[in-house]
């Protein structure tokens, strides 16, 4: 089955996306779009926003709804189940802007690990991180590379509050 269809990402990665529903060219702009509404409407008990930027609507709308399961048991560490929903995010908007505050960006929810253990979120530029009770990961600098480390185990990098 050596086809050429996806150089776009490593083979475990491309299966593991297949296997979710994902293809080429997925694009599922509707529910993005009703995403964005529904984040931008939503004002938690203490006043917090969520943002939205354009670089998490473009994933939502390639990636939304997807549930990825690893293929394998993973090169570092035990890969979770990832679900691309930002609404799993929704009660961390206080916390998403505590981040992007600290990394002088904003931080738009992209979904979760496992069972909400940790809440994926990504930057405007693009990059991605876990938010989890231990701390903030780093997964990437766009999506891909993000769904790379996740799908295959690889350790995250640690953020550190400068």
């Known amino acids: 089955m050596s086809d050429h269809h996806s150089t776009r990402f490593p083979a475990p990665v491309d299966t593991a996306l297949r296997e979710a ?4 060219g997925r694009w599922v702009i509707s529910q993005a ?11 938690t008990p203490a006043g917090h926003r969520l943002t939205v930027c354009a670089a998490a609507v473009e994933a939502w709308a390639e990636f939304g709804g997807l549930r990825i399961t690893a293929p394998g048991p993973g090169r570092q560490i035990a890969p979770a189940t990832l679900r691309i929903d930002p609404t799993a995010g929704i009660h961390l908007a206080r916390t998403l802007a505590d981040l992007g505050r600290s990394l002088d960006t904003e931080i738009s ?3 979760e690990e496992g ?4 809440i994926l979120a990504m930057d405007a530029t693009g ?36």
């Open 21 to 24: 529903g994902w293809q080429p």
């Open 33 to 43: 779009e009703e995403w964005a509404d529904f984040l931008r409407a939503h004002i």
């Open 109 to 111: 929810p992209l979904g």
């Open 115 to 118: 069972d909400g253990q940790a």
């Open 127 to 162: 990059r991605v991180f876990s938010i989890d009770h231990t701390g903030d990961w780093y997964l990437g600098p766009d999506i891909d590379q993000a769904l790379g480390t996740l799908i295959t185990g690889m350790e995250p990098a640690r953020l550190t509050s400068a």
